[in-house]
């Protein structure tokens, strides 16, 4: 089958992380007999640039006609001083609600490889697992396209107040409850909302739609949780969860949290998918925005030291997600885990208290070979 990937690299690590994903993405075309074709878009500070603007209008519509969009990662410091309005992340809002992606899912799991990079004692971690195991497996389902980042915003005349609104209508609500509830069934079959109904009215109102939302989901256990709540409960006994649904805002805190846990934000994949009944959707698969859940790490660009495997295992969830491509995307995870099974390490994940030989420290570029060469095997 053909499919068409707006190819969005970015700034500081994102083309160097992009790069290696899409030469597994072509493995697998010739694997499989699949063709990606791939069109590549300015947005952020590279935008910003050759532009004057984070998402110029060409670059949105061209990734409307795409199957689904890859992006690496926006900003920098040249580009922090800008007003907020043209500042490089305002390309991914601008992307993720001109595509209509608003569920973001983004699994946190502790590969039994990297076990030592997770800050959590064993005990710790098998207190709360099911099977007392010393693992999680959790997948956070955000509201990315409504509430406080999409709210108005503004300033008062004299300049000393400032404010930020959390809205969300009821449509917005139960379309990424049911994400939520789709997901869970495939699991552990918990659903877990996640907010602050005990100060904010919007809170409550979530609450709401749950209560008539869950209905329809019998089979599924619904619980809810304060934010503040959560944020400690993460740390304190993480193997509780499976599905995780909230806000935009505890939404983008609670998964960076959740990333620490698995040993490194540069291991987690993250997709956006809009409604499968939407115009942009394709052959029923929803249109799908996939990224890393990092930044642009300006700290380590241009060195080769950026792990490439979050940017990977989200090119995994695009072939299952937006292509419906479930064996080819398995194929590729499973690559990335039997290259950590060999022992290859980047910094990030690497051991904190080392053990010589069992480990090998690699660059971006050899990860990136190394699944690549797993995969042709
Ligand atoms: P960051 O995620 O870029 O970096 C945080 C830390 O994690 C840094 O120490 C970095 O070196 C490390 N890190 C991140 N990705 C890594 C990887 N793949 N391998 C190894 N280490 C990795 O967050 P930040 O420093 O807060 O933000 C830097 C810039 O990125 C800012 O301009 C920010 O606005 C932007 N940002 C963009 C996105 C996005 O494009 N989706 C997300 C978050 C932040």
Redesign the pocket.
């Known amino acids: 089958m053909n499919f068409s990937i707006a190819l969005v690299p ?5 083309p160097e ?1 992009i790069a290696p994903a899409t030469e597994i993405l072509d493995a697998i075309g010739d694997i499989y007999g699949h063709v990606f074709h791939y069109v590549e878009l300015e947005a ?2 590279k935008a910003i640039d050759s532009a004057g603007e984070p998402l110029p209008q060409e670059t949105l519509e061209a990734a409307k006609q795409c199957d689904a969009l890859l ?7 040249r ?2 001083t800008l007003p907020g309005h043209l ?3 305002r ?2 809002l601008g992307l993720r609600s001109g595509l209509g992606v608003f569920a973001n899912l983004r699994p946190a799991v502790l590969l039994p490889q990297l076990k030592d990079a997770c800050p959590l004692k064993d005990e710790v971690l098998a207190a709360s697992h099911p099977e007392g195991k010393p693992t999680f497996d959790l997948l956070i389902v955000r509201e990315l396209t409504g509430g406080l980042y999409f709210g108005t915003r503004g300033r008062s005349e004299d300049g000393k107040t400032a404010f930020d609104t959390e809205t969300y209508s009821w449509m917005e609500v139960e379309r990424v409850l049911r994400a939520g509830y789709a997901a869970a069934t495939v699991r552990r079959k918990k659903l877990c909302i996640v907010d602050k109904a005990n100060v904010l009215e919007s809170s409550r109102f979530w609450r709401e739609v749950a209560a008539v939302v869950s209905k329809d989901y019998p089979d599924i256990e619904t619980s809810y949780l304060y934010v503040d709540n959560c944020a400690m409960q993460l740390i304190r006994a993480p193997g509780q969860f499976d599905v995780i649904v909230t806000s935009n805002l505890f939404g983008d805190i609670l998964s ?1 949290e959740a990333s620490v846990l698995t040993g ?4 987690l994949p993250s997709a956006s998918l809009g409604s499968p009944q939407d115009p942009l959707a394709k052959n029923g698969h929803p249109m799908g925005m996939y ?10 660009a241009g060195q080769d ?7 990977i295992l989200s090119a995994a969830m695009m072939l299952r997600y937006s292509f419906g491509l479930e064996k080819e995307a398995h194929a590729v995870e499973a690559a990335v885990s039997a290259v950590l099974d060999a022992g290859l390490r ?4 690497a051991r904190r208290t080392s053990t010589p030989g069992s480990e090998k420290i690699v660059g ?1 570029k050899a990860m990136g070979a190394a699944v690549l060469k797993e995969l042709s095997r």
């Open positions: 970015g700034d500081g690590i994102g992380v952020g500070g992006l690496g990662a926006v900003g920098g410091p580009w922090e500042r490089p992340e390309a991914l960076d490194s934000i540069g291991m990224e890393p859940i990092h930044g642009s790490a300006p700290d380590i030291r950026a792990n490439p495997l979050a940017t980047t910094q990030d994940i971006t």
